[in-house]
């Protein structure tokens, strides 16, 4: 059974060290990870590979009676053994910065590194003197050493949390308790528990390290792999002793033991898998006390999509990481557009990683130092770097739906500007139209009647400074119908009886708001194209009413007059030539869109009705007309 426990334990010790060594050499490229080598750690690893590497050899090849350079083998793997407490309490001795900052420290450090190297060189003298290697009194040196050594210890870490404690104290324990049974050079009757606690309390040692610096070299998913495989290698080796112990009365190699036996091996393979699964929750939940990360990255992301501001977006996702962390602060801070994003160097007690933003500037989360002994581990990590990766997308989901919708704010600035423009550049058509027009009239009535046309030339300078005045966008319909009857009182002196006018526009709708010469130019029309041809004139009649059409509001404003009218053809030829009525159109179109209409309705000898339909309620084109000031005109 020693031998059985010699072989199995020293084998599975130097898989258990090289796969630490590889991890500890292995240059992870995923971010976060760190790529930084921690010697500690690095020189755990070699001390426990070199020890059971040696100790194999040394020990199963002595009982086969070989005994060449076996000494030397011994000499090497006991000294690398005595080493291994020594690297344990340098380690419980660092700071957060890896580093041994007070004397009383480094005095403790010191004392713990001369007792191994003291151990060292006693196994070393034992073999150039041809004693037993390994030497006894090296042995007990490690033993009572570190047993005293440990009150020191105790006393400068009495501000660390009692686990980790407890764990480094009780490696520092179980490791004299094997030295000393390897005083007693290996006695061929010792019992099996005393054998296999003598030869393998360096796996303690190493989880001891491994609790002080796990986040250095992936040694949480060591712990996981250790683990598993320590568990995996007790539930074989019970099987196989205990299928032994049951077949001790007959053969061994009979088909029905070969057959037992695959099915052990079968089963402990097919097991394999819930094995690692319960390993890996209880280091994760228990030993490490990691959050569920799926569960905290799911929150954040969904808590995300509904942010629209960067800055609270980062403030509630740091929120979230605290507790999960067991942070004492996660911030965020801003990295201006010309400076470069900071080197990110994991540590053991905080961490920054830089958000991967796409444009200018950037932004940085920094976690803080953790409580209760918390450590970041390489999880945490590769979780930081999937919680950055998460607000980045987002940070960039929130830039561009603002600098969307800033375009969106200046497009319709652009597109306000160019309708402001059309409007003023189309009544710009109309002005020099109206005033050729009204100046034909005053030169006739120059000809034909000075005095009048003294009193004319006078209400068209008032008509001009009204139309002058009337530089908005809109106007009054009030305003409008004041302008209009300046109009036709000059047009009354050229036609005399010849023109008659009728306007119905209730009070209580004059102060409704239309574009500016909107109807001068139908009123226009009506005298110049419809009552001037017929030699007894006709009548120009002006109706305005407010529709209620389902839950709107509709102004109608009809122009009607008796005039010769005209054919479809006609009018279509008639529109064609003049700017008018397809100027009133395009101003409607730029104003109200869809919700406005000009309708034309015309026979020759019967006149023509031309109507228009506006919004009354001031809406024009997705905003609302201000209700103007302003005096009504009666």
């Not at 796409?358 to 918390?374: H, K």
């Not at 603002?402 to 710009?428: C, V, Y």
């Not at 009048?452 to 009337?470: D, K, P, Q, Y």
Request: proline residues 5%; positive net charge; contains cysteine.
């Amino acid at each position: 059974m020693s031998e059985l426990l010699n072989l199995v334990g020293l084998g599975a010790g130097a898989v258990l060290y090289a796969m630490l060594l590889a991890m500890v050499l292995r240059r992870d490229r995923r971010p976060g990870l760190g790529r930084r080598v921690d010697p500690l750690l690095l020189t755990t690893a070699v001390l426990g590979l070199v020890w059971n590497l040696c100790a194999l050899p040394a020990y199963e090849l002595s009982r086969l009676g070989v005994r060449a350079f076996l000494d030397p083998l011994a000499v090497i793997g006991f000294a690398a053994l005595g080493f291994l407490p020594a690297v344990v309490v340098l380690s419980v001795l660092r700071d957060g910065h890896d580093r041994i900052e007070s004397s009383p420290r480094w005095f403790v450090a010191a004392a713990a590194t001369t007792i191994s190297a003291l151990a060292a060189l006693l196994h070393v003298r034992a073999a150039a003197l041809g004693l037993a290697v390994p030497s006894a009194l090296g042995m007990q040196l490690l033993t009572y050493g570190y047993v005293f050594l440990a009150v020191p210890v105790a006393i400068v870490t009495r501000h660390q949390p009692g686990a980790r404690r407890a764990l480094w104290i009780a490696a520092l324990s179980i490791f004299a308790v094997s030295a000393l049974h390897l005083s007693q050079a290996h006695r061929a009757d010792g019992a099996w528990p005393i054998e296999l606690l003598g030869h393998h309390a360096s796996v303690p040692l190493a989880l001891a390290i491994l609790y002080q610096d796990y986040p250095f070299a992936l040694a949480d998913l060591f712990l996981k792999r250790a683990l598993t495989l320590l568990v995996l290698i007790t539930v074989a080796f019970l099987s196989v002793t205990g299928f032994h112990s049951a077949a001790m009365t007959g053969s061994v190699g009979g088909p029905r033991e070969v057959g037992s036996l695959v099915i052990l091996w079968v089963a402990t393979a097919v097991s394999f898998p819930r094995l690692q699964a319960a390993i890996g929750w209880f280091v994760d939940a228990v030993v490490l006390h990691r959050p569920d990360y799926d569960t905290v990255i799911t929150r954040i992301a969904r808590r995300s999509r509904e942010e629209v501001e960067v800055t609270s977006l980062l403030d509630r996702a740091c929120e979230q990481l605290a507790p999960a962390l067991s942070a004492q602060t996660v911030g965020w801070d801003e990295i201006p557009g010309d400076a470069s994003p900071p080197r990110v160097e994991p540590t053991r007690l905080s961490a920054s990683i830089v958000i991967p933003a796409t444009e200018t500037p950037q932004y940085v989360l920094r976690v803080g130092d953790l409580t209760g002994g918390r450590r970041l581990l390489s999880g945490d990590h590769a979780a930081l770097q999937s919680i950055a990766a998460i607000l980045g997308r987002r940070i960039d989901a929130i830039r561009l739906t603002h600098e969307r919708h800033a375009r969106q704010m200046r497009e319709q600035e652009m597109s306000k500007l160019a309708t402001e423009a059309e409007l003023r550049a189309l009544r710009s058509q109309i002005n020099p139209h109206f005033l050729f027009n009204a100046l034909t009239t005053i030169g006739y009535l120059i000809q034909t009647a000075p005095d009048r046309a003294l009193e004319t030339l006078m209400r068209l300078t008032s008509l001009l400074r009204g139309v002058l005045r009337s530089d908005g966008e809109f106007t009054t319909l009030g305003a409008e119908l004041a302008l209009i009857e300046s109009y036709l009182d000059i047009e009354r002196v050229r036609f005399e009886q010849r023109l008659v006018v009728h306007i119905d526009v209730p009070p209580a709708v004059r102060h409704l708001q239309v574009p500016p010469l909107l109807l001068q130019p139908i009123v226009e029309n009506a005298v110049k194209h419809g009552l001037a041809p017929k030699v007894d004139g006709g009548s120009v009649e002006i109706v305005a009413r407010v529709d209620t059409i389902g839950r709107r509001s509709v102004l109608t404003v009809t122009v009607r007059d008796t005039g010769m009218g005209a054919t479809q053809a006609e009018l279509k030829r008639g529109r064609a030539q003049g700017v008018g009525l397809d100027n009133i159109e395009r101003r409607l179109a730029a104003c109200y869109g869809a919700s406005a209409a000009l309708s034309i309705v015309t026979a020759r000898g019967h006149g023509t009705t031309v109507e228009i339909r506006i919004p009354a309620n001031g809406e024009t084109n997705g905003r609302v007309l201000p209700i103007a000031k302003g005096r009504h005109i009666s």
